[in-house]
């Protein structure tokens, strides 16, 4: 497992932009599969986005177009570009690494069992 420590959160308007930042600490030979979810009051967990080994993405529908994740080999970190927020984006968005080789990376975006390692969360407040 690593330590992962997300940054980037904060209240901003409609239609504004947010990058999350998530650094990796420990072991990140391992972490490669890596992923953002977010979680609302009230609401269960959801897949935003993941990324894979080799740099494949893919995305939940509610983001497409809107969000892109991308990692930083060089310096142990996963990013989410978050553009064109809406209300509904307000979440606390939370990092997730180690995700489960075998699976699909569509398959892990609605699995947040299948990551060993989170992180605390960042929060982010969309408001009208």
């Known amino acids: 497992q690593v330590r992962l420590v997300e940054s980037g959160g904060d209240s901003v308007q409609v239609g504004g932009s947010l990058r999350l930042s998530c650094e990796v600490f420990?072991?990140?030979?391992?972490?490669?599969?890596m992923a953002w979810f977010r979680q609302a009051p009230g609401k269960q967990r959801e897949g935003v986005a993941v990324?894979?080994?080799?740099?494949?993405?893919t995305y939940a529908d509610s983001v497409k177009d809107r969000f892109t994740i991308s990692k930083a080999y060089a310096k142990d970190a996963l990013y989410l570009q978050m553009n064109s927020l809406k209300p509904e984006d307000t979440a606390m968005y939370y990092c997730?690494?180690?995700?489960?080789?075998?699976?699909?990376?569509?398959?892990?975006?609605?699995?947040?069992?299948?990551?060993?390692?989170w992180g605390q969360g960042t929060q982010v407040t969309v408001s009208s």
């Open positions: 997730a690494a180690d995700g489960d080789r075998g699976l699909r990376i569509s398959r892990l975006l609605r699995m947040p069992t299948a990551f060993t390692s």
């Open positions: 990324i894979d080994d080799d740099g494949m993405t």
């Open positions: 420990g072991d990140s030979h391992s972490s490669w599969y």
